[in-house]
């Protein structure tokens, strides 16, 4: 018998103190207070971003055994299927107080993609023009000889690829070869039918003046030499 009187006494002490809250709150609010945005909302059973009056009601005769936790999950703050008087406290100082917003999560810091380099192309050599006629005097080697030889190049340039022909005192035929900025290459053939034969011959252009060096062979045996020839 006592047991029940005990329990009799504190399920009244219970029920006057959320009686209590229940009378504070309805006179404490009038107007409830609304927030913005996202919200962390403690009794706001109907999920308006709000806690009002009626869902304090609710919440106090969930805790009376009136109805379940299940009715309000907002109320229920720590998920343990009861809604206890620390919960309708929460729900009450959010009704006067308005619900604490959310934090916002702070957004993770984007990869700015870093530009590749392009790489710088290599200047192509200015092709020098050396269409025309050429004249000179050129110093040749042969066996144990020296002497000069005047010749002429007729040269005809098109794009880098170099033609023509040339005459000398020494004999005639035709050229071929390459023009690569002021660097000029080209083969003599030599086509006199007494003495045929080739030579290599390696130029440097320096604006209407062309320097010379060459080595081959011809009827007479092996020659080399240098020598200048200009512009005509």
Same mark, same amino acid.
Request: proline residues 5%; aromatic residues 4%; contains cysteine.
């Given at each position: 018998?006592?047991?029940?009187? *005990?329990?009799?006494?504190?399920?009244?002490?219970?029920?006057?103190?959320?009686?209590?809250?229940?009378?504070?709150?309805?006179?404490?609010?009038?107007?409830?207070?609304? +927030?913005?945005?996202?919200?962390?909302?403690?009794?706001?059973?109907?999920?308006?971003?709000?806690?009002?009056?009626?869902?304090?009601? *609710?919440?106090?005769?969930?805790?009376?055994?009136?109805?379940?936790?299940?009715?309000?999950?907002?109320?229920?703050?720590?998920?343990?299927?009861?809604?206890?008087?620390?919960?309708?406290?929460?729900?009450?100082?959010?009704?006067?107080?308005?619900?604490?917003?959310?934090?916002?999560?702070?957004?993770?810091?984007?990869?700015?993609?870093?530009?590749?380099?392009?790489?710088?192309?290599?200047?192509?050599?200015?092709?020098?023009?050396?269409?025309?006629?050429?004249?000179?005097?050129?110093?040749?080697? +042969?066996?144990?000889?020296?002497?000069?030889?005047? *010749?002429?190049?007729?040269?005809?340039?098109?794009?880098?690829? &170099?033609?023509?022909?040339?005459?000398?005192?020494?004999?005639?035929?035709? *050229?071929?070869?390459?023009?690569?900025?002021?660097?000029?290459?080209?083969?003599?053939?030599?086509?006199?039918?007494?003495?045929?034969?080739?030579?290599?011959?390696?130029?440097? &252009?320096?604006?209407?003046?062309?320097? &010379?060096?060459? +080595?081959?062979?011809?009827?007479?045996?092996?020659?080399?030499?240098?020598?200048?020839?200009?512009?005509?």
């Amino acid at each position: 018998m006592a047991l029940q009187l *005990l329990k009799a006494a504190t399920q009244q002490r219970k029920t006057g103190r959320l009686l209590a809250i229940y009378a504070g709150t309805l006179f404490a609010l009038s107007t409830p207070a609304r +927030s913005a945005g996202a919200v962390v909302c403690p009794g706001d059973c109907s999920g308006d971003g709000m806690v009002a009056v009626n869902e304090i009601v *609710l919440m106090v005769n969930i805790a009376l055994g009136s109805g379940t936790a299940g009715q309000c999950p907002a109320g229920d703050t720590n998920a343990d299927q009861e809604i206890a008087v620390d919960e309708i406290v929460a729900a009450v100082n959010a009704a006067l107080n308005g619900c604490v917003a959310a934090p916002t999560p702070t957004p993770s810091p984007s990869l700015t993609a870093i530009p590749s380099r392009t790489a710088t192309p290599s200047p192509t050599p200015t092709t020098a023009g050396i269409t025309g006629d050429w004249s000179g005097t050129i110093t040749v080697h +042969s066996g144990g000889d020296t002497f000069d030889l005047d *010749l002429i190049f007729h040269f005809v340039q098109s794009g880098s690829n &170099l033609s023509g022909a040339f005459e000398s005192d020494g004999g005639s035929g035709t *050229l071929a070869g390459k023009v690569n900025g002021n660097s000029v290459t080209f083969r003599l053939t030599i086509t006199d039918p007494e003495c045929r034969g080739s030579a290599n011959v390696q130029g440097t &252009l320096n604006g209407d003046s062309l320097g &010379l060096s060459f +080595s081959g062979s011809n009827c007479g045996g092996g020659f080399n030499g240098q020598g200048n020839v200009t512009r005509a």
